[in-house]
């Protein structure tokens, strides 16, 4: 056996409707509702069955908190999870660009050719 066979991380698709819905505290129906809406979109096995992993289940957790606590319907949910992807992005995206600023300012500091 592989020694990472067991090296899962939290986006590797692991539970199966019942079990994620267990760990989520709502009913299958509403996670299948989500999952049509586009809100938490699982993982598919090879029979083609829902498969969650455990960041499914933390979102499956907060859409539900946003929609409880906050009184956020469904489609404003949708639409704030999609701003908070790309403001991740933006993010991951310019912290690349600072980093590769920071080596072109020391080649040219240095006046060394570039790599």
Known sequence: MD???FDL????????ISVAAQLS???PQTLRQYDRLGLVSP???????RLYSTRDIVM????????QEEGINLAGIKRILTLEN???RLRDENERLRAEMAMIRALI??????A
């Open 3 to 5: 020694a990472n066979y």
């Open 9 to 16: 991380s939290d986006d590797t698709p692991v539970y199966v």
């Open 25 to 27: 505290g709502l009913h």
């Open 43 to 49: 993982g598919r096995s090879a029979g083609r069955g």
């Open 60 to 67: 499956l957790r907060e859409v539900q908190r946003l929609s």
């Open 86 to 88: 790309e403001a991740l």
């Open 109 to 114: 500091q240095y006046q060394l050719p570039p």
